[in-house]
């Protein structure tokens, strides 16, 4: 290989690097979603849903569940569920402004595998992908619909 391909094929790699580093789910999380569902995930009693265990029984559920979960990072949820023995009346607010498709499908996974969830999550999961973003952010909900789509998941 000569010194062109080779600083082609570096430089391939490195922006590689920087895309991968600037789409780290924990980090996301960290900056996001942390001050809520806390850095353990275990959220906040009476006050923000804990996603330790919760997130795989939402993806037991099929296209539904990955759905749900990405229209509520979008679009963020507001009405009372319940999650993890807990009932939460909190609003979550939407990201879909703040975030990149690469983010969120980068935070989602990061929420499906911490914290143990990994052992959880259904035998054909599959990571969340920027195009699967991409494709439910045209659909403009609001909190509330986000919070009907829930009701039908848990029933």
Not at 127 to 136: G, Q, R, S, Y
Request: hydrophobic share 40%; charged share 25%; glycine share 10%.
């Amino acid at each position: 290989m000569d010194l062109k391909k080779s600083l082609l094929v570096l430089l391939a790699i490195a922006l590689g690097a920087l895309a991968f580093a600037s789409t780290n789910g924990e980090q996301v999380y960290q900056k996001h979603c942390s001050s809520c569902h806390q850095p353990t995930g275990k959220g906040i009693a009476g006050a923000f849903p804990p996603l330790v265990e919760v997130v795989p029984e939402y993806l037991e559920k099929g296209d539904l569940g990955r759905k749900f979960l990405i229209h509520v990072v979008l679009y963020g949820i507001q009405g009372e569920i319940t999650a993890g023995g807990g009932t939460y009346n909190s609003m979550m607010p939407p990201y879909g402004n703040q975030l990149s498709d690469e983010e969120v499908a980068a935070v989602l996974n990061y929420i499906a595998k911490a914290w143990g969830n990994d052992k959880l999550l259904p035998k054909d999961f599959k990571d969340f992908t920027p195009e699967e973003v991409k494709a439910e952010r045209g659909k403009k909900l609001t909190p509330v619909q986000v919070y009907e789509e829930w009701k039908k998941l848990v029933k």
